[in-house]
């Protein structure tokens, strides 16, 4: 383990970064594997396929390319290169936790049938233990400090909120922390993220609707403009969720 030959220093900065990049390319050879794998029906298959899985593959290969590089040149004699920073950075790729949360299963939360109160009742159960008490009226959903809950529900600096028919690009997240983080935006508490339509569609009718979702480019560059729109895809920072809010198109 890295970490176990750090402690004893018994560390080659030239070593590690090989041994880095064959890390790489073995994930790289799995995102192929995945995605020779999959099966291809439709044009959105197709989309998921390629951005999702070969083109992140081709970048773990870059990566390793330059990793191996790198440990041929005297910058790695320099320790130039965060070696620790490359390891956790690539145990982080694959580290994901999934839960589910179904607000109406409790009748003391909102039964508002929006998806406003799906994050407002998220939001405001984040950082606290939990429990589920049976009442007369059904399952209620009880806030505990976190060493008293059943569960817990993690915090978390940002918030992503999506529909379950959208696919993000791997660097999205990436993409828009770098914005929110940027000097002047300290008062940004959320990002608005227009969408677009799967391209390549062969049906006739699911280009029309693609073009009425596409035009929201146009659209919200001028309303962005004059502070009018409203969020549909977006980006929060939870540590700022008592800032003033600016609708923003990014």
Known sequence: MFLERSTVGQLSVASELQNLAGLYEICADWLDQQAG???????QDQWFATNILRIPSQQHRQRAQMLRTAAKSRAAKQ?????ASEYYRLSKLFRVEFTSFE????????QEPNKAMNLNSYLDLMRYGTREIQHDDGVHLIKTAASEGNHIIPDADFVI?????????????????T??????????????????A????????ERTAGAT?????????GRS????TTPTRGFWNNSRKHCRVRKRFT
């Open 37 to 43: 794998d999959f099966t291809i029906e439709d044009h």
């Open 79 to 83: 320790k130039s290169i965060s070696v």
């Open 103 to 110: 607000r109406k299963k409790y009748v003391n939360l909102s």
């Open 161 to 177: 909120t999506l529909d379950a028919d959208t696919l993000l690009k791997p660097d999205y997240a990436l993409r828009l922390v």
């Open 179 to 196: 914005l929110m983080e940027q000097p002047g935006n300290e008062s940004l508490a959320v990002a608005q993220t227009p969408y677009s």
């Open 198 to 205: 799967f391209p390549e569609t062969p049906n006739r009718l």
């Open 213 to 221: 979702t596409d035009i929201q480019y146009l659209v919200h560059w």
């Open 225 to 228: 403009g004059y502070t009018t």
